[in-house]
T-cell receptor
């Protein structure tokens, strides 16, 4: 089974702090994603990566950056956290083989609160 | 752009009731279609999928049929259980999700 893990389930930070959210997958997937989930808005794509050191902006990249130095790890960085970044953050990974047919595998999520 | 529109919730049903959650998608190309489920305190997990027109995805008693003519992928279950209480997301292709429908089943 594919396993996607996230470094924290719950995180509380203060405005202006630099925040790192880590995601690791164990299935050698090429593609990795960061979403945020907010009530009434569903999942919104922040950034994704289709290979090591490659990244693409999603729908709401402002205020975020990412890092993919190794294939299994994809980090989301909040350079200077703000209260409007309080949210649930979900990481996902996806293979590129035909059998995968775009299925994404999600981590359990990190609920971030910025005070 | 690509989009998915799904039935707004919350939806509350009694145990053993019939369930339908509507989902429509924009028709650009021939995307794979998915339903994901999120149980309380967890991430999303794949419930079922369909990769081409007229395909039916099914799992755990849930079904959805890829309808190209109506650009729809409605989720159905004949008899829901309390354990089906969760948030359900329809998704188009790899990156576009609906807003989610919260389902609560009461005994």
């Amino acid at each position: 089974d594919v396993k996607v893990t996230q470094s924290s389930r719950y995180l509380v930070k203060r405005t202006g702090e630099k925040v790192f959210l880590e995601c690791v997958q164990d299935m050698d997937h090429e593609n990795m994603f960061w979403y945020r989930q907010d009530p009434g808005l569903g999942l919104r794509l922040i950034y994704f990566s289709y290979d090591v050191k490659m990244k693409e902006k999603g729908d709401i990249p402002e205020g975020y950056s990412v890092s993919r130095e190794k294939k299994e790890r994809f980090s989301l960085i909040l350079e200077s956290a703000s209260t409007n970044q309080t949210s649930m953050y979900l990481c996902a990974s996806r293979g590129s083989g035909r059998a995968e047919a775009d299925t994404q595998y999600f981590g359990p999520g990190t609920r971030l609160t910025v005070l | 752009g690509n989009s998915v529109t799904q039935m707004e919730g919350p939806v509350t049903l009694s145990e053993e009731a019939f369930l339908t959650i509507n989902c429509t998608y924009t028709a650009t190309g021939y995307p794979s279609l998915f339903w994901y489920v999120q149980y309380p305190g967890e991430g999303l997990q794949l419930l079922l999928k369909a990769t081409k027109a007229d395909d039916k995805g099914s799992n755990k008693g849930f079904e959805a049929t890829y309808r190209k003519e109506t650009t729809s992928f409605h989720l159905e279950k004949g008899s829901v259980q309390v354990s089906d209480s969760a948030v359900y997301f329809c998704a188009r292709g790899g990156l576009t999700f609906g807003t989610g429908t919260r389902l609560t089943i009461i005994p």
